[in-house]
C-alpha cells in the first residue's frame, strides 16, 4: 500500500512468499498490478524480456485505466473489422485486470458477412451506439484501430480521450492521455497482443481467436 501511494505512475508487482495464506493475497491483488505466482517467473520473464520502452507504454495505460472511476468505453471505429473488434475486447479485458469495468462500442453497422460472422461465430457481445449519443453514462474513453473522435466514428470531435492505440498513421495531431500510434505495425491487434504478453494475461478461446 506504501508503494502504489508513494510511486503512483510505477508498475507493482508483489510477491506473497511460498504458501501464502488467502487473505494475504487477496491483500496485495487490490493493490498490485500483478501477484507473482510462487511457482512462477511472472516478474522475471517480464522484467527481462520488455524494452524499457515497453514497460513505459504498459505502465502508462495500467496508470490511466485506474484513473477510470466508473465504466470505459471502447469505442471502434464506425462499421468495425475484426482488427477494430479483436483489439476492443483485448482492451476490455486488460481493463478487467485492474478492475475497471470496459464495454466495446461501434457506431453504425457490421454490414460485411465476414465480419457479421465473427460477431455471430464467438458469440461476441458489442454495443451498438446511436447516431449522437452524448457518452455521458461513461467515465472514460478509449479509442481503438483509430485516433481522432469524430473522424471515422460517431464521437463529437471534442471528444476527450483517455486511451487511442492505433496502428494508422494520423493525418492530423492526435490528442489522448494515452497514446500508442505505431504505424509501423500491421494490425492494432498486434499492438494490443503486445500489451497482453507483457501482461502475462492468456486469453481465452474467444479473444485468442478474434485476435488471430
Do not use: K, W
Not at 487477496?26 to 510462487?38: E, K
Not at 475484426?82 to 461501434?106: E, N
Not at 453504425?108 to 465480419?115: F, K, R, Y
Not at 467515465?139 to 460517431?154: E, K, Q, T, W, Y
Amino acid at each position: 500500500e506504501v508503494a502504489r501511494e508513494q510511486f503512483s505512475d510505477a508498475l507493482v508487482v508483489a510477491y506473497a512468499g511460498d504458501d501464502p495464506h488467502e487473505e494475504t493475497v487477496a491483500a496485495l491483488d487490490a493493490v498490485a498490478d500483478r501477484v507473482v505466482d510462487p511457482h512462477g517467473s511472472v516478474a522475471r520473464a517480464f522484467l527481462d524480456t520488455a524494452t524499457g520502452e515497453t514497460v513505459t507504454r504498459v505502465t502508462r495505460l495500467l496508470r490511466v485505466l485506474r484513473t477510470i472511476d466508473g465504466t470505459l468505453a471502447v469505442v471502434m471505429h464506425d462499421n468495425p473489422d475484426p482488427d477494430a473488434i479483436a483489439s476492443a475486447l483485448a482492451l476490455v479485458r486488460i481493463a478487467d485486470l485492474v478492475g475497471v469495468d470496459a464495454v466495446p462500442c461501434y457506431f453504425g453497422e457490421v454490414s460485411h458477412q465476414e465480419n457479421r460472422a465473427l460477431i455471430n461465430l464467438l458469440d461476441l457481445s458489442l454495443r451498438n451506439l446511436e447516431p449522437g449519443a452524448t457518452m455521458d453514462e461513461y467515465d472514460g474513453i478509449a479509442l481503438v484501430d483509430h485516433s481522432r473522435p469524430g473522424v471515422n466514428d460517431g464521437l463529437a470531435p471534442d471528444t476527450r480521450v483517455d486511451i487511442a492505440i492505433d496502428h494508422h498513421p494520423p493525418r492530423a495531431p492526435v490528442e489522448a492521455r494515452c497514446l500508442d500510434l505505431r504505424s509501423g505495425v500491421g494490425a492494432t491487434s498486434t499492438l494490443l497482443t503486445e500489451y497482453l504478453r507483457r501482461l502475462r494475461i492468456e486469453p481465452d478461446t474467444t479473444l485468442a481467436t478474434a485476435l488471430l
